[in-house]
């Protein structure tokens, strides 16, 4: 079974549920096969509701693709989910972000990017400046939520 060609697949009509697909994973629990698809919307909190309607379209699929042997299982991402990829970091400019890295430690408006380095904006006492951090010295990130 390709994980890839079953992204794909998926990736073919999952924008009908307002969603969008992160990752497909194969995995093995306790000698039960299970295929993991996680999916996410940043403009609005995805309802159990949502889930279900996509997981049953999920079941409909050629059995070519998803034998009868493998569980299903979809879930979406956190907000506050960790951002890793490059791709993470561009689906999420402009968006409110928590850091650790060797330079800063906080909270920010991610910015900009490029492939070296990142732009934050944080707003500490009212002033508002603009750090540069290289992807090299970020030892975590995630989104955030501003209270």
């Known amino acids: 079974m390709d994980e890839k060609k079953i992204f794909d697949h998926i990736n073919e009509f999952i924008q009908e549920y307002n969603l969008n697909l992160h990752e497909v994973k194969l995995k093995n629990f306790i000698g039960k096969k299970i295929i993991q698809i996680l999916v996410y919307n940043d403009e609005i909190a995805i309802s159990t ?4 309607k996509f997981h049953k379209r999920i079941l409909q699929i050629d059995k070519s693709l998803i034998p009868d042997n493998y569980s299903i299982e979809v879930s979406s991402l956190g907000l506050e989910r960790e951002i890793v990829e490059y791709i993470d970091y561009e689906r999420n400019l402009g968006n409110y972000i928590y850091l650790k890295s060797d330079f800063y430690k906080g909270e920010g408006y991610l910015v900009d990017l490029n492939k070296d380095e990142i732009i934050l904006k944080i ?20 989104k955030a939520v501003k209270v």
Do not use: G, H, T, V
């Open 123 to 142: 707003d500490k006492n009212k002033n508002k400046n603009k750090i540069k951090i290289p992807f090299k010295a970020i030892s975590f990130c995630r």
């Open 49 to 52: 509701d949502q889930l279900e």
